[in-house]
């Protein structure tokens, strides 16, 4: 009785705290894949913009509304011509860029063990939250729904593990 009553408790909580460091590095992976594709993707438009990119994409657009006849190709042939500009191509690749390092410095300071990383990982995410809810009662999309999703379990778990490490800290420095 005395083994199995004092051990389940002390294993219970090494169990806890190994799924919470695998969350953890789980989300450090996703923030560190997240920020090397919009970087490499920015950094792919940098390099093709002074080739032509514009151009490219309404001869592309031109291709698709002439070689194909489903309606998804017309409309993004249509959606293509009407909305890619060399400013808009320029507006993202410096939305990319600067999404990249902000979810670069979150996994690096999630990876470093900073007090304050799950802080920023919860401001920056949390804060656009409402943002996406919006875009997607404007377009619903089962994609757009998951990754919105995703971004409220992060959130919370982030919130939750800042919140307990600080705990933690206060009751060290009173003890």
Not at 134 to 159: D, K, S, T, Y
């Amino acid at each position: 009785m005395g083994v199995s009553a004092v051990a389940t408790p002390t294993l219970r909580g090494e169990r806890a705290a190994a799924r919470e460091a695998l969350a953890l590095r789980s989300i450090v992976l996703y923030k560190t894949v997240k920020a090397a594709v919009a970087i490499g993707l920015a950094l792919l438009l940098l390099a093709l913009l002074p080739f032509g990119l514009p151009d490219w994409i309404a001869v592309l657009g031109a291709r698709l509304r002439h070689h194909f006849v489903q309606a998804w190709s017309i409309h993004l042939a249509d959606w293509l011509v009407k909305n890619v500009s060399r400013h808009r191509i320029e507006l993202t690749i410096a939305a990319l860029f600067l999404d990249g390092t902000l979810t670069a410095v979150e996994g690096w300071s999630l990876k470093r063990g900073f007090w304050w990383g799950p802080w920023l990982v919860v401001a920056a995410s949390g804060g656009l939250l409402p943002f996406e809810i919006a875009e997607w009662l404007h377009h619903p999309r089962a994609g757009r729904a998951a990754l919105f999703l995703l971004n409220v379990v992060i959130v919370l778990f982030l919130a939750r593990h800042a919140w307990r490490s600080h705990r933690a800290k206060v009751g060290q420095r009173q003890g």
